[in-house]
T-cell receptor
Framework: GENVEQHPSTLSVQEGDSAVIKCTYS??????FPWYKQELGKRPQLIID?????GEKKDQRIAVTLNKTAKHFSLHITETQPEDSAVYFC?????????????FGKGTKLSVKP | EAGVTQFPSHSVIEKGQTVTLRCDPI?????LYWYRRVMGKEIKFLLH????????ESGMPNNRFLAERTGGTYSTLKVQPAELEDSGVYFC???????????FGQGTRLTVV
């Protein structure tokens, strides 16, 4: 099965700084790479995703980069704001394969200090 | 459009009792997933329905857990009898197909005392 690791487990940054969270996975068949944000007491919500035929995707202040050879992908948040404080989960999966479900990392707790 | 809804939002039960969690997916979503997060650990997959059929139930921890999706609409997850280690947040998610975004419900926080 898929082994997923996220680093770091906690991250504290000053408002305006950048934050980078890395996710490594083991299943070379993984072809879908989403990042979920879970604010305290709320549901996980998809914030950005990338498929295996793309190396990078950007949406305003957030971006995801994928390195399929090394089997890792990263979440980049620039110009961080206090409302970015949350737990972020990566969830690589193999859509269309034997696993249609998402395998989540353990999460990274991001704290943005004003 | 209504999102994924879960009932109840919180449940506190005694060890040995039975609890039933309900999930109403987004209308038209054939795929329904159950996940849980216990003791601040990662969100773990429990099972996956495609319509009323169990596509993958490899994440179900033991036979005290029973999930159903009669008619392919809402789903229930029953825990009987509940144990202390079952405490956590149970999430339901749905997606139109296996290749599209999964939308999560707010979760049910289960506390077994």
């Amino acid at each position: 099965g898929e082994n997923v690791e996220q680093h770091p487990s906690t991250l504290s940054v000053q408002e305006g700084d950048s934050a980078v969270i890395k996710c490594t996975y083991s299943d070379s068949a993984s072809n879908y790479f989403p990042w979920y944000k879970q604010e305290l007491g709320k549901r996980p919500q998809l914030i950005i995703d990338i498929r295996s035929n793309v190396g990078e995707k950007k949406d305003q202040r957030i971006a995801v980069t994928l390195n399929k050879t090394a089997k890792h992908f990263s979440l980049h948040i620039t110009e961080t704001q206090p409302e970015d404080s949350a737990v972020y989960f990566c969830a690589p999966s193999n859509y269309g394969g034997s696993q249609g479900n998402l395998i989540f990392g353990k999460g990274t707790k991001l704290s943005v200090k004003p | 459009e209504a999102g994924v809804t879960q009932f109840p939002s919180h449940s506190v039960i005694e060890k040995g009792q039975t609890v039933t969690l309900r999930c109403d997916p987004i209308s038209g979503h054939d795929n329904l997933y159950w996940y849980r997060r216990v003791m601040g650990k990662e969100i773990k997959f429990l099972l996956h329905f495609v319509k009323e059929s169990k596509q993958d139930e490899s994440g179900m921890p033991n036979n005290r857990f029973l999930a159903e999706r009669t008619g392919g609409t809402y789903s229930t997850l029953k825990v009987q009898p509940a144990e202390l280690e079952d405490s956590g947040v149970y999430f339901c998610a749905s997606s139109l197909t296996e290749n599209t975004e999964a939308f999560f419900g707010q979760g049910t926080r289960l506390t077994v005392v």
